[in-house]
């Protein structure tokens, strides 16, 4: 490497690497767009030469992961309201949605977009019913514009309640097979929405298709005391929703007494599944997602929004249950802040060192994304996607709690660096 040469030296008061102890007056020194070494400001220095950033009074951390959004449904915000009942707020989010143009979803998604990337996140898994996030980049470049650089996927969220359906979602899952293509900022892939809404050969076939190919698998599971009714029962609002919209009687029969204990029964729970919400599990529940090495991703506010529940915090994160978080949507969330959902979740679960928050915000998240090779830390080969928190606390030992909770006071200033 020649010295100087497309090198940056960013000096903080604090840099909080995630992945080892934070540095007070650290540095991060990049050559072009990856990481090239953190470390003491001093000893950077020493070594290096080049670009020099002083960034007194702040502190560096890496980009934050959203592990689950739903950026088409941003033009729905302050549309919703809180309604109890996850079934409930379905219909209403289905009526809602038909009142919107094609062209105001895709602007509220872009605003969406920008926001996420000026809070300092760097990558997310976002799932729609439409190629959203890759229309999303197809728009910018179409404009000439500069797309924020966030990193992922965009997610085709698939809803088959029959079995009779599978064979032509097997169609579609092949057809994409010749769309993918190495290198893409975003990449695309398939989830299936829920183990109610989605029939267990499909399911299969779905994760069949992310396993091929090392692609993370998404399902929302346990989100709401109807879900767990549905698997227990095989009755209740759940069931005349899927009434409602001509999906009943089902052509299968539930293969488990949870939401879990079905999927896993599919065989369709590993270290690439993401279970999103999980807010209603037993311990048998979470023996098996640990078990078995799938991912919790929690959505703490987006909950609260509907009604559904809180998750047990405090016992997902002394379970050895692997976490990250998401923001979910604008549809049941007023803003899509990671920040805000590390604050909710510290609210629930105070004794949880703070710490703990943030890595499942970051390097969590990127492993969740399969991505922990790039993201989620600052390190050495990693991509140089950090954001900037503008202050610091007077303690070291203060760190992670005012991290987790300044910014989402709006104590603080973030943006993306550089």
Known sequence: MEQGSHITIYRARWVVPVSSPPIEDGAVCTYEDAIVEVGPAHEIASRYSGRQVELEGCTIVPGLVNAHSHLELSALKWR???????????????RAREAVRPSDAMNSA????????ETGIAALHDVGNSWFLSGILASFRKNDTPMPPVLGFSVLEI???????????????????????PGQEIRRSFSAHAGFTVAPGTIRDIKGWTRERALPFSIHAAESPEEIEFFARGSGPIAELLRERG????????????????????GVLDPH????HCVHLDRRDMEIIRSQGAW?????????????????????????????????SLASNDRLSMWHEMKALSSMAPAVDPARMMAAA????????GMEGILGSLERGKLTKMALVKGSP?????LYDWLVHAPAAGEVEVEPLP
Not at 273 to 276: E, G, K, N, Y
Not at 307 to 312: D, F, L, R
């Open 159 to 181: 809803i088959s309640p029959l079995e009779r359906e599978r064979q032509n979602i097997s169609a579609m899952l092949a057809h994409e097979d010749s769309r993918q293509g």
């Open 394 to 398: 007077q303690e070291g030992r203060e």
């Open 247 to 266: 999906h009943w009687p089902l052509d299968w029969s539930s293969l488990g007494p949870t939401p879990v204990t079905h999927l896993d029964a599919l």
């Open 296 to 328: 919790a991703c929690l959505c703490p506010r987006s909950n609260t929004f509907i009604g559904v529940g809180e998750p047990a915090v405090a016992q997902l994160f002394s379970s050895e249950i692997k976490i990250c978080i998401g923001t979910d």
């Open 110 to 117: 872009i605003e969406a977009l920008e926001e996420m990337y």
């Open 80 to 94: 919703m309201e809180p309604t109890g009942s996850f079934t409930t707020w379905v219909r209403n989010l289905m």
């Open 273 to 276: 599944t993401i279970l999103v």
């Open 362 to 369: 970051t390097i969590s998240g990127a492993e969740a994304l």
